[in-house]
């Protein structure tokens, strides 16, 4: 059964990268790595996501081993509004035919000024 | 092009009791899935249904069950109410089998969710 660990909870400033890392050691072979974010009250948004090596857009960049038992989101130069949830997610090994989507307990970032 | 709604928002019932959520997901999306949110739990997967077939199944008892409807409209029914259904119930669309949420080519699009309370 895949596993997934995340910090509970990290700390910043506004401007600073920030990096949370997800472990995920028995992830589904074909399967990517997904990161969501979520505020109050609301559903988890999608960030982005990747399967190896490194993958950026405008809002962060994902970073993922070769060995893929990782992966690690990094904001870059956090704002006041990337306080938030994080999320990473991964697929279990197939059973049946499908996997199922399991979600990381979640990393409470906090940015202060 | 409007996003997932689920209704209502917020709701409150007491033990013993059933209910139902209902979820339209964003427009040309076949795939909904249904999660409960906890504070103690996390995120966890209830079931996703794909072109009015329930295609995976979470762990959870047989008192939550689920349909979808030919316009890819979803409701989630859970029967004989227990303290602990408490949660943020949320529904998450994507254009093919949620399958692709993993893998690289259909992201999940979450709604607000309902809020339930169980007195």
């Known amino acids: 059964l895949a596993k997934t660990t995340q910090p509970i909870s990290m700390d910043s400033y506004e401007g600073q990268e920030v990096n949370i890392t997800c472990s995920h050691n028995?992830?589904?072979?074909?399967?990517?790595i997904t990161w969501y974010q979520q505020f109050p009250s609301q559903g988890p948004r999608f960030i982005i996501q990747?399967?190896?090596t490194k993958v950026t857009n405008e809002v962060a960049s994902l970073f993922i081993p070769a060995d893929r038992k990782s992966s690690t989101l990094s904001l870059p130069r956090v704002s006041l509004s990337d306080t938030a949830v994080y999320y990473c997610?991964?697929?279990?090994?197939?059973?049946?035919?499908?996997?199922?989507?399991?979600f990381g307990a979640g990393t409470r970032l906090a940015v202060h000024p | 092009k409007a996003g997932v709604t689920q209704t209502p928002r917020y709701l409150i019932k007491t033990r013993g009791q059933q209910v139902t959520l209902s979820c339209s997901p964003i427009?040309?999306?076949?795939?909904v899935s249904w999660y409960q949110q906890t504070p103690g739990q996390g995120l966890q997967f209830l079931f996703e249904?794909?072109?009015?077939?329930?295609?995976n199944k979470g762990n959870f008892p047989g008192r939550f069950s689920g349909r979808q409807f030919s316009n890819s409209r979803s409701e989630m029914n859970v029967s004989t109410l227990e303290l602990g259904d408490s949660a943020l119930y949320l529904c998450?669309?994507?254009?093919?089998?949620?399958?692709?949420?993993?893998?690289?080519?259909?992201?999940?699009?979450f709604g607000n969710g309902t809020r339930l309370t169980v007195t």
């Open positions: 990747g399967y190896k």
């Open positions: 427009s040309g999306h076949r795939s």
């Open positions: 249904y794909f072109s009015e077939t329930q295609r």
């Open positions: 998450a669309s994507s254009l093919g089998p949620g399958q692709g949420a993993i893998r690289g080519n259909s992201p999940l699009h």
């Open positions: 997610l991964v697929g279990d090994q197939p059973s049946g035919g499908y996997n199922k989507l399991i």
């Open positions: 028995n992830i589904a072979t074909n399967d990517y």
